[in-house]
């Protein structure tokens, strides 16, 4: 077996132990009616509980971000005892983990100026992205532990 292979392995184990189930799509793996009940919960929403609450129930939709693979979709994990995206997006490839924190905002938001200058709401949004890249930075190996080495 070769280096990828095991640590893919370690991965996905690490993932399994600590609760995260892999979520597979393919390129146009699109179900209208989930979509269609996305579009309708969207609508419907004043802030961004109702989407966090769907997209937990329906984490595949957050794993195909970019392209079909497989990846995990973990939900509100901390950082520290400071931070909290909304979800942690893991992707396994050849440079190892890649991560995408993905930060929900109420979908009644208005984001940005009339001429194009972001709001409050967007600035603290940004700031926010900031911090948890300096905790990252700044916490790297605590950030690489799973969760059930934390706590030891």
Aim: charged share 30%; glycine share 6%.
């Amino acid at each position: 077996m070769n280096d990828y292979v095991e640590y893919a392995n370690y991965v996905a184990g690490e993932m399994k132990r600590n609760g995260y189930a892999k979520q597979c799509v393919a390129r146009g793996d699109v179900d209208v009616q989930l979509v269609m009940a996305y579009e309708a919960e969207l609508n419907a929403a004043t802030d961004e509980r109702p989407l966090q609450r769907f997209f937990e129930d329906h984490p595949g939709i957050l794993a195909q971000e970019l392209a079909a693979n497989c990846r995990w979709v973990l939900p509100q994990v901390s950082l520290g005892v400071r931070y909290v995206p909304d979800f942690l997006v893991a992707r396994l490839g050849s440079g190892g983990v890649r991560w995408t924190l993905v930060e929900l905002e109420s979908p009644t938001a208005q984001l940005f100026t009339k001429d194009g200058h972001p709001r409050k709401e967007l600035r603290k949004d940004l700031s926010q992205i900031q911090d948890w890249r300096n905790w990252l930075i700044a916490n790297r190996d605590l950030a690489r532990r799973s969760r059930n080495e934390q706590g030891r």
